[in-house]
């Protein structure tokens, strides 16, 4: 009789503590803002190492965990739930050099050398249609396209910094954003010192108030600065605790220009001048010499490769892999919509290793787990923010994307790397977050009036149409 109680007893207590285990799993799971789901998840912390139906916890705009997605939604309750089929799940892409509002200029002038596309063109078109709603729309319409592609960072260079900072503040994307510093009539300056000025307004005006706008200087290049400007500007940017974005050893046009003016060439000039000591993005280096490379690497400075723009206008091959060898962190870049001509960092990929391959005649050169580095981690690297993103990794800000599998050129899958690189396209991503925050759900952008935008830049487009008709 005494047993039989004991045993009723036990069982008692035992259901009772496990009723209360439930109870309190089921309530005391800790609200989050948002899980992103996915049957992979790459965290690029390791290429190799994929997690299976995993899945990212974000709260407050920060990555607070990362594991199988049935376990995250086992210690957390999000408000919103991001489901994982057909999802890859991977950081956002990082935009390493572009030109932003120049999607306006999209087509305008092809198939021209950079040096007669900049000067014939461009430079022109740029004083006499560039103002600050040109800059807005044109801006709006580069980050409708980088949001709809699984871009989450960009690094610009353009005129009116500040109109773009405020496009970029209201959609919601990341952007180290140059004030372009160039010796000539621009649409925002007068000359160097003229953009410096206004330069130094924009950065003392946007520094520190938030992760996402980041802003910095842009020198041109050495062709449109003299050393002393260049020096000014460096010393600038260490004055205010900012990096610098530069075209650097972009074409063989610009070594010769060193040559010619200086009897050096270009990366060797930079370096007489002490212009790299400094934070440094260099856009393009495509002809810097081995010695050149050298010093690069000895001054961290982060390399930016644009094989598109660079196919396009015929610059050159950038020595990828001997940078790399070297030591110095390579990006991937776009370059401006006007000599590219679109900002799919999906193609950027593809054609940086298929360059570098068919260029050394070697299929190993540049393989998938690289490149899909230079567009995430080591992209964050080479701009200067791998403390903040790159990888999904807890403590970092949440910017990462889902990309769907569903479309037929995902069927089959061995190998997800491989997939990213070599066949997804900007119309397979799914959902974008930047900071936490939603940009873009099921294919649907979210932060910008796109119809609104589709109008105006098509009025623009016209008016800019109108007026070259007129000159024919
Ligand atoms: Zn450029």
Redo the contacts with the bound molecule.
């Keep these: 009789m005494l047993r039989q109680l004991l045993v009723i007893l036990v069982f008692l207590s035992y259901t009772q503590s496990a009723f209360a285990l439930s109870h309190l799993s089921s309530e005391d799971r800790k609200i989050i803002d948002l899980i992103v789901e996915g049957e992979h998840v790459v965290s690029m912390e390791d290429t190799k190492e994929i997690l299976r139906e995993g899945a990212v916890a974000v709260d407050k705009g920060v990555i607070i965990a990362l594991g199988k997605a049935d376990d995250l939604k086992e210690r957390y309750r999000a408000k919103i739930v991001l489901g994982g089929k057909n999802r890859i799940v991977m950081p956002g892409l990082i935009n390493g ?3 932003a509002a120049m999607t306006l200029f999209r087509g305008i002038a092809d198939d021209h050398s950079l040096f007669e596309w900049l000067n014939r063109y461009i430079f022109p078109a740029e004083v006499e249609y560039v103002n600050r709603e040109f800059v807005q729309v044109g801006t709006e319409l580069a980050c409708w396209e980088m949001i709809r592609g699984g871009t989450t960072t960009f690094v610009d ?1 353009y005129y009116f910094p500040d109109v773009i900072a405020e496009v970029v503040e209201s959609c919601g994307l990341r952007a180290l954003i140059s004030a372009t510093v160039i010796d000539q009539p621009s649409p925002d300056a007068r000359n160097a010192k003229d953009s410096l000025k206004k330069g130094k307004s924009f950065v003392t005006k946007w520094k520190d108030r938030n992760s996402r706008i980041i802003p910095i200087l842009g020198p041109h290049s050495n062709y449109t600065l003299d050393l002393k400007q260049l020096i000014d500007t460096r010393r600038l940017a260490n004055q205010l605790g900012i990096g610098l974005s530069i ?1 650097l050893a ?1 074409s063989k046009y610009e070594n010769q220009y060193a040559r010619d003016n200086y009897k050096n060439t270009s990366v060797n000039i930079f370096e007489s001048i002490g212009f790299f000591e400094g934070r440094t993005i260099a ?2 280096v495509v002809w810097p010499s081995d010695e050149e490379i050298e010093i690069l690497a000895k001054r961290a400075v982060g390399a930016i490769y ?1 094989p598109t ?1 660079n196919m396009k206008t015929a610059a050159g091959i950038a020595p990828i892999s001997k940078m790399i060898e070297a030591g110095i962190k390579v990006g991937l ?1 776009t ?2 919509a006007a ?1 590219n001509n679109d900002l799919d960092m999906w193609e950027e990929m593809r054609l940086a290793t298929l360059l570098q391959k068919i260029n050394k005649m070697d299929p190993e050169a540049l393989p998938a787990s690289k490149v899909i580095s230079m567009a995430t981690r080591e992209g964050s690297e080479a701009i200067g923010i791998s403390s903040i993103v790159g990888t999904l990794e807890v403590g970092k800000r949440a910017d990462l994307i889902q990309v769907s599998t569903e479309d037929v050129h995902h069927i089959p899958t061995y190998d997800v790397i491989s997939h990213l690189v070599y066949v997804t396209d900007e119309q397979d991503v799914e959902s974008v977050i930047v900071d936490g925050k939603i940009l873009m759900k099921d294919k649907n952008i979210l932060t910008i009036n796109t119809e609104k935008v589709r109008k105006r830049a098509s009025e623009i487009a016209s008016s800019i149409n109108q007026s070259l008709k007129g000159r024919r």
């Design positions: 050099h572009s030109h260079m075209h972009e856009a393009h644009n723009s870049g370059d401006g000599s």
